[in-house]
């Protein structure tokens, strides 16, 4: 089953233009969402945790258990950010570690 | 520099052949795993290690077999190339098995 949707495979944006990256998600546990990031040509990083509720490279994301959303925000997009972008689940309950990916989001900043 | 390290970053190699992709963490951290990204860059879990102990193993052929000599250390071990098993591998750690996780780099296999 599906745990994590990012809806858009791609996202195209101006430099200094808003953008958000849209992560929801299923899980009946209790969740812990993650956004990475992979610039090019770069190992995977991790760009911010829901739990940590800190805004990194501009970057700020909401937990909406409402929606069961995580979406990745930026005011303000600058050509540094295209890169690929993905959510991840963990679930904090269980003992395995496992993180389930989304299928990513490919950011392009224009200049 | 404290890292998450793999050997080698490209492999390119004939079907049927037996590879190893080595991963090496310094980060003191108890849990490795690793992770395959296919051409469309989605990437999923193959396994975990915790403390050497086998954690995760998600539906992976057999021909993988992981190796974790120590806690620095997990290697990944492939019988009997497909074509199929073109894609970048990922290893990488995380201090606990709950912990945020680290990667490597990435190693590029392609199976001709």
């Known amino acids: 089953a599906q745990r994590v949707t990012q809806p858009e495979k791609l996202l195209s944006v101006f430099k200094g233009a808003p953008v958000e990256l849209k992560c929801n998600y299923s899980y009946s546990g209790s969740p812990e969402l993650f956004w990475y990031v992979q610039y090019s040509r770069q190992r995977l990083q991790l760009l911010l945790r829901?739990?940590s509720r800190e805004s990194i490279k501009g970057f700020t994301a909401d937990l909406n258990k409402g929606e069961t959303s995580f979406h990745l925000k930026k005011p303000f997009a600058q050509e540094e950010d295209s890169a690929m972008y993905y959510c991840?689940?963990?679930?904090?309950?269980?003992?395995?570690?496992?993180?389930?990916f989304g299928r990513g989001t490919q950011l392009t900043v224009w200049p | 520099d404290t890292a998450v390290s793999q050997t080698p970053k490209y492999l390119v190699t004939q079907m049927g052949n037996d590879k190893s992709i080595k991963c090496e963490q310094n980060l003191g951290h108890d849990t490795m795993y690793w992770y395959k990204q296919d051409s469309k860059k989605f990437l999923k879990i193959m396994f975990s290690?915790?403390?050497?102990?086998?954690?995760i193993n998600e539906t992976v052929p057999n021909r993988f077999s992981p190796k974790s000599p120590d806690k620095a250390h997990l290697n990944l071990h492939i019988n009997s190339l497909e074509l199929g098993d073109s894609a970048v591998y990922f290893c990488?750690?995380?201090?606990?098995?709950?912990?945020?996780?680290?990667f490597g780099p990435g190693t590029r296999l392609t199976v001709l």
């Open positions: 991840a689940l963990s679930d904090r309950g269980s003992t395995l570690g496992r993180l389930y």
């Open positions: 990488a750690s995380s201090p606990t098995l709950t912990d945020t996780q680290y």
């Open positions: 829901h739990i």
């Open positions: 290690y915790n403390n050497k102990e086998l954690i």
